[in-house]
Nanobody, 116 residues
Framework: QARLKESGGGSVQPGGSLRLSCAAS????????VAWFRQAPGKEREGVAT????????NYPASVKGRFTISRDNAKNTVYLQMDSLKPEDTAVYFC?????????WGQGTQVTVSS
């Protein structure tokens, strides 16, 4: 069964760092672009990072640019989101999505809480 599973969430103080992982099972991520999204209570889901299948392209919105870094290790069938200089407004459930244009998979999310 094809699925994505996020991990690495937790609670951290402002200015801290977390690294999220998005691990695929039942299919290969090699031909999939992967994106991270987040959703805070009462807010719409927001895209925070995208990486192309070839790693040639990454993209971030202004809200996280310079603080978040997306990367992938196809040998481990995993995509990562390194989050540095975290702020309270980064608090949300973080989801990953794999998209090949033919197929799309979503994970169930991992909670990130930034609070002093």
């Amino acid at each position: 069964q094809a699925r994505l599973k996020e991990s690495g969430g937790g609670s951290v103080q402002p200015g801290g760092s977390l690294r999220l992982s998005c691990a695929a099972s039942g299919f290969s991520l090699d031909y999939y672009a992967v994106a991270w999204f987040r959703q805070a209570p009462g807010k719409e889901r927001e895209g925070v990072a995208t990486i192309s299948a070839t790693e040639a392209y990454t993209n971030y919105p202004a809200s996280v640019k310079g603080r978040f870094t997306i990367s992938r290790d196809n040998a481990k069938n995993t995509v990562y989101l390194q989050m540095d200089s975290l702020k309270p407004e980064d608090t949300a459930v973080y989801f990953c999505k794999a998209d090949s244009l033919s197929y799309e998979y979503w994970g169930q999310g991992t909670q990130v809480t930034v609070s002093s």
